[in-house]
């Protein structure tokens, strides 16, 4: 394929300029404003609004309220992509290499039940996880469960819909990465004596490290943030970080302490991706 | 045996998707439901009562007609400005590019909740906490359309051959008509489905919304709003339309595609 020549000149920031005014104005200035408001003085009155005084107190403060809620979000988060990582893989691994003709079927099959809103989506597994519902009499009926065990309601209901929920977000990039794979490198291996498990280890997982990384980041990120989830499945014993950040926003009207968790939680993901990426030798992604 | 073992991976995969399916069943199911007492999570009897009357509940279509509104305007504003930006990183060379290519990237990188409060934060800064409503949807949604957009369309251009058009250019196409005729009619499957990627996210966006709504209701803060109390099972009905109805456009543009290869 012959390379595209670029054109130098005026005309490509014309082209760009409305795209990146609206991201300039409507996302990074705005996150600007939200670093700024967390460093209000939270006891800024309604009457004369905030104040600014560098109130880095803020962030020792929120830590030491919003510690739970926020360990919480990480741990559902981290849970979820794994298991997302898990399911996808399967899925993505038999649409890439087993479904021959099948397979830009499979794809829109993937994506399909997402297009269904995401509120009823997950409103539909609370009917699914209810007491006395089938899924729990089965697990109760197998000892799973004990006599009144419920899946609604807890962590388990709350992973379990962070995992559905985030699932198309795994399964596609890893399709992408799958799907590139030169079938006779996988072949070479078996001719080298490789059983199919070192084959896979040594030859398919390598070659899709790509889609995994950026699967899995696809996958934490909104699950780390997303608060529906524990709002529908879990009790208010699953609160995370979300729940709070909003109703410190929209009930409790502390915009500095909303602020300052909202601003860490950012800093918190951000760090952990790049520890991530770093350490997958995936740097070139970013 | 050997049968079972060549096709394993295929029987996991293919019950991962039918494990996708599972709620849309439940919701198609719901949508038939009466539930009769007050339980609304649990089948009653069947009734077509729900599909006669899907506005019966109170707010349910005016906000499901404020959330296609919305959707709408965001993604027109976006995948214009989405393709636009496309065009100008794959097809320009400027100081800066790589700067844009990051700025770009970034909202996707950010959770929802960091988004949503941000622009609360400079709303309420700027002194237009009284004016939260459509408007501030609309540019909320815009803002996190635009990336989805751009990484859509530029991954369509930067696959692209520009050999149709050196051609076209060589049978003495202005470069005009080159856009008109070749360009664009290449690209435009990227752009539609970027549009329609835009029009699921802004349609189905929940976070961001909710924070910078002022009065305004969407279709998807009814749904949060009405959990508490039970949902109606006329939400089922949407949710089953907006199933049906969005399969019917990919395979309507899938079909479209392969005729057009065939042809």
Redesign the interface.
């Known amino acids: ?2 390379e ?6 005026r ?6 300029l ?3 005014a ?3 104005l ?6 600007y ?2 670093v ?2 967390s460093l209000f003085d939270p006891a800024g009155s309604d009457f004369r609004g905030y104040e600014m005084d560098y109130a880095f107190g803020n962030y020792v403060d929120v830590v030491r309220d919003y510690a739970g809620p926020l360990g919480r979000s990480l741990l559902y988060g981290a849970l979820a992509t794994m298991f997302c990582l898990v ?2 893989y ?2 993505a ?3 890439a ?3 021959g003709r099948w397979k ?1 079927l ?1 794809l ?14 997950t ?6 996880l ?1 007491d006395d519902g089938f899924v729990v009499n089965t697990l109760q009926a197998l000892q799973v469960l004990g006599d009144d065990g419920r899946l609604l309601a807890t962590p388990v209901a709350v992973v379990a819909g962070l995992t ?1 929920n985030f ?1 198309p977000f795994m399964v596609l990039p890893l399709y992408a990465s799958l799907d590139k794979i030169d079938h006779r490198l996988i072949e070479a291996s078996g001719d080298l004596y490789a059983n199919p498990f070192v084959g896979f280890f040594k030859v398919t997982w390598p070659l899709s490290l790509p889609g995994v990384v950026s699967g899995t ?1 696809l996958t934490f ?2 699950a ?5 989830n524990a ?2 499945l879990g009790s208010t014993n699953e609160r995370v ?2 729940n709070v ?2 109703s410190q ?2 009930d409790a009207n502390n ?1 500095p302490v ?2 300052a968790l ?2 860490l ?2 800093v918190l ?2 760090a952990m ?1 790049l520890v991530y990426v770093r350490r997958a030798g995936t740097e070139e992604l ?1 | 045996m050997r049968w079972l073992r060549e ?1 394993l ?2 029987i ?3 019950l ?2 039918v ?6 069943f ?2 198609v199911g ?1 949508s038939f439901n009466n539930p009769g007492g007050r339980n609304v ?2 089948f009653g009897s069947f009734t077509l009562d729900n599909w006669k009357d899907p506005c019966g509940p109170d707010d349910l279509c005016s906000t499901l007609l404020t959330s296609i509104q919305i959707s709408l305007l965001a993604t027109l504003v976006a995948t214009v ?2 393709t ?2 496309a ?8 100081a800066g590019r790589s700067a ?1 290519n990051l ?5 996707m ?7 949503g ?6 709303f ?3 002194g237009f906490a009284g004016q939260l409503g459509f408007w501030t949807i609309l ?2 949604h ?2 996190f359309c ?2 989805f957009v ?1 990484v859509t369309v530029r991954a369509r251009l ?1 696959g ?4 149709l058009e ?1 051609a076209a250019m060589d049978l003495y196409a202005t470069p005009v008509q080159t856009f008109r005729r070749v360009t664009f009619p290449l690209v435009l499957p990227g752009i539609l489905g970027a549009a329609l990627l835009s029009f ?1 996210l802004s ?2 966006d ?2 961001v919304t ?2 910078n709504s002022g009065n305004t209701t969407t ?2 803060m009814y ?2 709003g009405q ?1 508490r109390v039970g ?1 109606p099972m006329q ?2 009905v ?3 339309l ?2 049906v109805v ?2 019917a456009i ?2 309507g543009m ?1 079909l479209r595609n392969r005729r057009r290869v065939a042809a």
């Open positions: 394929m012959s595209t020549v670029r054109r130098k000149g005309i490509g920031y014309l082209l760009l409305p795209a990146a609206w991201l300039l409507f996302f990074v200035v705005p996150f404003s939200l700024a408001t399911l996808g399967v899925l691994y038999a649409i290499f087993k479904a830009n499979l829109v099959l993937v994506i399909a039940p997402f297009f269904t809103s995401f509120l009823v989506r409103l539909s597994w609370k009917l699914i209810a559905y699932l980041l990120i909104p780390v943030g997303d608060y529906i709002q529908f970080i979300g950040i909003q926003f929209t915009y909303a602020s909202s601003v939680l950012m993901i951000l991706v970013l | 096709r991976v295929l996991l995969g293919l991962v998707l494990y996708t399916f599972v709620p849309i439940v919701v719901m999570y649990q400005l989405g636009l930006a065009f100008a990183l794959v097809r320009h060379d400027f844009s700025l770009i990237f970034l909202p990188a950010a959770p929802e909740i960091v988004l409060s941000s622009l609360l934060a400079l309420v800064a700027s540019i909320a815009v803002m635009l990336s751009v930067a692209m051959d520009d050999d050196q699921s349609f189905d929940f976070i909710n924070l279709f998807p749904v949060y959990e949902v939400v089922n949407v949710g089953t907006m199933f969005s399969i990919v395979l899938e």
